[in-house]
């Protein structure tokens, strides 16, 4: 075989390749997803960026398309629990803990981590309200789901925002230390601390 055409047939080939394998993650990134799962991600970069009307517009739309969108409920929990709006954020775990709790199945380690940071953002709300308590018992009770969901900040998170959020567990542990306490002594607001706390997205 000709040399020149057996360089041409590879390199076409490489192309070819390439090409394929460009519109394959381009389908499966854009087209072929579930439905409301833009509207998620977009409200989530909103959210990010503080701006929690725009957010709160695109988790409804993902609601609108696809109710009981985990990610969607999950976005309004977490605008409402930034606007300082906690009986709606209680409302919107409420539900989101009460859904995954009747359709997670044992395969799906995605609804796992969204239960247990559902639990876990309903402890930072109680917390928030001084019901130290059922807080410590919301905390314990997403490490019991999946510790690792809630373990923290990624190791790009540290770097870009803090080398040392505070976790879940962090929280729990020092809640769990100052109710041993006689009331007078416990000192459960430290806000360099507090400041560091962040909320629970999967």
Avoid: W
């Amino acid at each position: 075989m000709n040399p020149r055409v057996l360089r041409r047939f590879i390199y076409l080939m490489v192309i070819g390749i390439l090409v394929v394998a460009t519109l394959t993650v381009f389908y499966d990134s854009f087209l072929n997803r579930p439905p409301g799962d833009y509207e998620v991600e977009k409200g989530d970069i909103y959210l990010g960026s503080g701006d929690y009307d725009q957010a709160l517009a695109y988790f409804n739309e993902a609601l609108r398309i696809s109710p009981n969108h985990r990610g969607a409920i999950m976005g309004r929990a977490l605008v409402f629990i930034q606007k300082e709006q906690y009986p709606e954020a209680l409302s919107e775990l409420d539900y989101l803990i009460g859904f995954l709790e009747k359709t997670l199945e044992e395969d799906d380690p995605t609804g796992r981590g969204a239960l247990a940071a559902a639990h876990a953002n309903r402890g930072i709300v109680l917390d928030r309200q001084g019901k130290y308590e059922e807080a410590l018992a919301e905390y314990v009770k997403a490490l019991q789901v999946d510790a690792e969901a809630v373990s923290g900040p990624g190791l790009v998170d540290r770097i870009l925002y803090d080398p040392r959020p505070s976790t879940v567990r962090d929280r729990a542990r020092y809640i769990y230390e100052q109710l041993k306490l006689p009331e007078k002594d416990r000192l459960m607001r430290v806000p360099e601390l507090d400041a560091k706390a962040r909320m629970y997205k999967p």
